[in-house]
């Protein structure tokens, strides 16, 4: 049982916005550190973006920072990604993935236990 779901993707001409959302189920959501990943085809899949359990701490790659961000309701056991100024390369399976700790500067695939099943992300230019 995959107990992140991801949802809110789409097609976005560039420019657009648009925002995921990731439901955690089983967990105890609150005591686990919420990242954002995407692969491109034919990429390796990349870090996004990540926040700490409180939601008081984010950090971000290079490439998004200032366009994205990335929050949480610990009481919806969800987390989101804002995406604004979309770029064509943007486009992407876009994943999220949970893994226990009170840090923040989780950016490495096998860093994390539970991963979503993937939401489609296509920017158009």
């Known amino acids: 049982q995959v107990p992140l779901v991801e949802s809110g993707g789409g097609l976005v001409q560039a420019g657009g916005s648009l925002r995921l959302s990731c439901a955690a189920s089983?967990?105890?959501?609150?005591?686990?550190?919420m990242a954002w990943f995407r692969q491109a085809p034919g990429k390796e899949r990349e870090f996004v973006a990540v926040?700490?359990?409180?939601?008081?701490?984010?950090y971000f790659t290079d490439s998004v920072k200032g366009r994205f961000t990335i929050s949480r309701d610990n009481a919806k056991n969800t987390v989101y990604l804002q995406m604004n100024s979309l770029k064509p390369e943007d486009t992407a399976v876009y994943y999220c993935?949970?893994?226990?700790?009170?840090?923040?500067?989780?950016?490495?695939?096998?860093?994390?236990?539970?991963w979503g099943q993937g939401t489609q992300v296509t920017v158009s230019s």
């Open positions: 993935a949970a893994r226990l700790g009170s840090g923040t500067y989780y950016t490495r695939v096998g860093e994390y236990y539970y």
């Open positions: 089983g967990l105890t959501f609150s005591s686990y550190a």
């Open positions: 926040i700490n359990w409180s939601g008081r701490f984010t």
